[in-house]
């Protein structure tokens, strides 16, 4: 008989399929929770042979142990963890996971349920291996012999840099915070080719309005986008000439410019995305004078430009006074909690972005309390789900991603998008600590 088969006898007692995926979890977990490091920790300096393992004790022998119930996983088992969810959150969880509900269980408004339910399980099948002789640690209970275990190997190895953390919960929370660390989303093949223009030197502003006014227009109107980014964002993410190169890194703070499609000042006949600097809050007001109401004006603020207080204190007045702010999520979501916590309830919603070139498939779209401004992040499914994972996780935080109306902040939202993916050669959370490929 397959693996998959026996398991899935071992789990007949269980009604709702996602409940069966939570109790094939809970069966691995008691049967991976052994000893063994502790006893690895005891032997050290000497090797740990298999055979000094008791059978009851190693992963294998464990399942077998379980298996051996010819009725499966019991059913006092399974009682028992759908008691302690009507108890304690209602009976809605497990109506949610009934034969012909579809995906209603994956709802995240049951996380916590699901979590004592599979808890319940495991508690059960604990007590069953306990039983017939088995030490089974809790959840987290290996880490402190983990911790021993290197602590004593660090001792005797020079140099070897390994350590445990003992707290059950940011390990956890770690791993899917380097995943997004790591995660870049390209819109285009390789960094778009890019050229530098400061307004007022380089360019005048009637011929900024001519150009922006004959390449950006979204439903018939110029749509102009006042991005704020570091220019190592700008470094990394496009290829510049050598002498806008030069400039830019001896940028000190944001740097605010309109982005649009244009010659790229060569023979080849290709655009560029210009960059058009602005030096000076003041230019804010005279470009969008030029157009005289004539135009749509967002502004898009990278996440990362946030802690430079000098250039919040300059800029951020003359930006939220002249047009919506969209707060773009280019850092790791941690470096938010000053932004998102303190009690605030945070309203969210996914967006789904459609057939584009781009690659980009799913945005979300946070509004906090007591901020003025909508904040997004632009990712594929996966990584959505894992950036609003980490939101709801922040300590002081309540996020909704129901009941709030978003009419009001979607126009801006959408123009902005449009000029993202036009414009930005990749997205990710890397902005404050990694500039290379």
Known sequence: MSLVDRLDRYLTAIPGEHRRSLAATALARACMQTPVIGQMASAWPQALTPGELREIDVPDGRLRTLYRDPAGLPVDVVTAADAAVVAEFGPQPLSADLPGAGAAALDDRFDEAWARWEDTVFAGLTARLTEAGATVLGSHGHLPAASELVARVTAAVPGL????????????????????????????????????????????????????????????????VLGARLPTRLLAGYAFPQSDRARLAGLDGPLLAI?????????????????????????????????????????????????????????????????????????????????????????????????????????????????????????????????????????????????????????????????????ESYVDLRALVDHGN
């Open 161 to 224: 840099r390994l350590t445990v953390d003992v707290d059950p919960d940011p390990p956890a929370m770690r791993m899917v915070a380097q995943v997004l660390r790591q995660a870049r989303l390209w819109l285009t093949t390789e960094p778009r080719p890019a050229r530098l223009i400061t307004f007022g030197q380089d360019v005048d502003p009637e011929e900024v309005v001519r150009v922006v006014d004959a390449t950006t227009r979204v439903a018939g109107r110029p749509n102009v």
């Open 259 to 423: 982005r649009t499609l244009a010659d790229d000042g060569t023979d080849r006949e290709t655009d560029a995305v210009w960059h058009v600097r602005l030096s000076d809050p003041a230019d804010v007001a005279e470009l969008t004078t030029a157009w005289a109401g004539g135009v749509d004006v967002t502004c898009c603020v990278a996440a990362s430009c946030l802690s430079d207080e000098r250039w919040r204190t300059r800029w951020l007045p003359v930006l939220q006074e002249t047009a919506p702010v969209i707060w773009l999520i280019d850092v790791p979501v941690a470096s938010l909690a000053g932004e998102f916590t303190g009690g605030r309830t945070v309203h969210g919603i996914h967006l789904d972005l459609g057939a584009n070139p781009t690659g980009a498939r799913r945005a979300v779209a946070l509004k906090v309390s007591g901020h003025a401004g909508a904040w997004l992040a632009v990712a594929d499914d996966v990584g959505i789900q894992l950036l609003t994972g980490q939101l709801a996780d922040l300590p002081g935080i309540d996020l909704r991603m129901t009941g709030a109306d978003w009419t009001a902040a979607v126009p801006a939202l959408r123009l902005v998008l449009l000029d993202l993916l036009r414009t």
